[in-house]
C-alpha cells in the first residue's frame, strides 16, 4: 500500500461521508504532497481538536513513506457545510 492508499484509507476511516475524500498526489523530486479534500461536513473530524489527528495522521504516512518526505495538506472541501442557526 503506498502512501496515497494508505491517507485514503485512514481518512475514510475518520469521516461520515467517505465517499467524497479524494487523495491527489503532487510527485516532487524528493517529496511527495498529498492534497486530501473531504466533505464540508468532515472537515472538523479530520483537522480535530487543536488539530490533534491531522498531526497524528502526518505522523503515520512519514513513518511508512520512509526516506522519502511525504507532505499531507487538508486543502478542499466537496459539498455545504451545514450552517447554524
Known amino acids: 500500500m503506498g ?8 481518512v475514510r ?3 461520515d461521508n467517505p465517499d467524497d ?3 491527489q498526489p503532487l510527485e516532487g523530486d524528493a517529496s511527495l504532497v498529498l492534497e486530501v479534500s473531504v466533505n ?4 472538523e473530524l479530520v483537522k ?3 488539530g490533534e489527528t491531522m498531526r497524528h495522521l502526518k505522523a503515520v504516512v512519514s513513518a511508512a513513506a520512509g526516506k522519502r518526505k511525504t507532505i ?3 486543502v478542499a472541501t466537496h459539498g ?3 450552517e447554524e442557526e
Do not use: H, P, Q, S
Not at 502512501?3 to 485512514?10: D, P
Not at 464540508?40 to 472537515?43: F, Q, S
Open 80 to 82: 455545504e457545510a451545514e
Open 48 to 50: 480535530g481538536e487543536d
Open 40 to 43: 464540508a461536513d468532515d472537515v
Open 72 to 74: 499531507v495538506e487538508l
Open 21 to 23: 475524500v479524494d487523495v
Open 3 to 10: 502512501a496515497e492508499e494508505l491517507v485514503g484509507f485512514l
Open 13 to 15: 476511516g475518520l469521516v
